[in-house]
């Protein structure tokens, strides 16, 4: 069972940045952020494929987050810029054992989630 781990997430104001990482215990194929608001359910943000070629963004991320990942490290991170209120939320990182990003929450390994606020 591969093991996610995730941190950078924190207090920022509004129009401040973040970068969350994620470090997984062994190879995950697909790498993907979510993440959940109080009262809401969980949503995509940002997908990736194994070798960087490929990713996908939700409308909410395009343009203010980018995606990345570190293969050497088993490492994805999400560089979050112009973050909103709205962006608050806990932010998960998820992994699949195979190809494909998909927008829905089917992925087989979670980390355990870090907090972001962002302040008005």
């Known amino acids: 069972q591969i093991q996610l781990v995730e941190s950078g997430g924190g207090l920022v104001q509004a129009g401040g940045s973040l970068r969350l990482s994620c470090a997984a215990s062994?190879?995950?194929?697909?790498m993907a952020w979510f993440r959940q608001a109080p009262g809401k359910e969980r949503e995509f943000v940002v997908g990736?494929?194994?070798?960087?070629?490929?990713?996908y963004y939700a409308d909410s991320a395009k343009g203010r987050f980018t995606i990345s990942r570190d293969n050497a490290k088993n490492s994805v991170y999400l560089q979050m810029n112009s973050l909103k209120p709205e962006d608050t939320a806990v932010y998960y990182c998820?992994?699949?054992?195979?190809?494909?990003?998909?927008?829905?929450?089917?992925?087989?390994?979670w980390g355990q989630g870090t907090q972001v606020t962002v302040s008005s």
């Open positions: 998820a992994g699949r054992a195979i190809y494909g990003i998909i927008t829905t929450p089917e992925y087989d390994y």
């Open positions: 062994g190879r995950t194929f697909t």
């Open positions: 990736i494929n194994w070798s960087a070629s490929s990713t």
